[in-house]
């Protein structure tokens, strides 16, 4: 089963500075099966990144996912107030349980 | 444009039932699985498990095996989620969620909150 570990567990930044969260993964996520995910307070995880590095509908081009093994970043390029917020890492494998989750790394006002 | 509506939030006594449904629309239901998901509050997200609307199969995550049964009604494009003998570690909220592309979830539910108190 792979663990997915996300650093750090909070990032204190001002708008407009850059965001930069890490997941790592126990063993190598195959084929590339690694989503990002945005959860403000109260409401539902919203989809960012599929594949590592695919941004979902909608989403804007400040955000962008990178990696591939077991190391994966999602960057915020300039932070604006509605992206204060707990992001999670998520992967697929084929031996259950399917679908792993991260801890989250909550990204707050500075 | 995709809308996953879910059930209103539920209060069970321990031991008890509860089913949570999740109404579809914007999409071919048949088409896209629909996983569950569930957090506890101020904690993380746990993947329950997923059924395949068009055939009915289903795979449940080890540690809901015995408790959980996820089902599906094409005709009112509504999948639902039944967990057994709930405890007070059940009280959490419930969501579900489309499965796309790369395996990743992509439309998610307004969430069910479940509480457990006697």
């Known amino acids: 089963e792979i663990v997915l570990t996300q650093s750090p567990g909070t990032l204190s930044l001002s708008p407009g500075e850059r965001a930069t969260l890490s997941c790592r993964a126990s063993q190598s996520v195959s084929g590339n099966y690694l989503a990002w995910y945005q959860q403000r307070p109260g409401q539902a995880p919203r989809l960012l990144i599929s594949?590592?590095?695919s941004r979902a509908t909608g989403i804007p081009d400040r955000f962008s996912g990178s990696g591939s093994g077991t190391d994966f970043t999602l960057t915020i390029s300039r932070l604006e107030p509605e992206d204060f917020a707990v992001y999670f890492c998520q992967h697929y494998g084929d031996s259950p349980p399917l679908f792993t989750f991260g801890p989250g790394t909550k990204v707050d006002i500075k | 444009q995709v809308q996953l509506v879910q059930s209103g939030a539920e209060v069970r006594k321990p031991g008890a039932s509860v089913k949570v449904s999740c109404k579809a629309s914007g999409y071919p239901f048949s088409g896209y699985y629909m996983h569950w998901v569930r957090q506890a509050p101020g904690q993380g997200l746990e993947w329950m498990g997923r059924?395949?609307?068009?055939?009915?199969?289903?795979i449940y995550a080890q540690k809901f095996q015995d408790r959980v049964t996820m089902t599906s009604d094409t005709s009112i494009r509504t999948a639902y989620m039944e967990l057994s003998r709930l405890t007070s570690d059940d009280t959490v909220v419930y969501y579900c969620?489309?499965?796309?592309?790369?395996?990743?979830?992509?439309?998610w539910g307004q969430g069910t909150l479940v509480t457990v108190s006697s």
């Open positions: 969620a489309r499965g796309g592309v790369a395996a990743a979830l992509d439309d």
């Open positions: 059924i395949n609307p068009n055939s009915g199969g289903t």
């Open positions: 594949g590592a590095s």
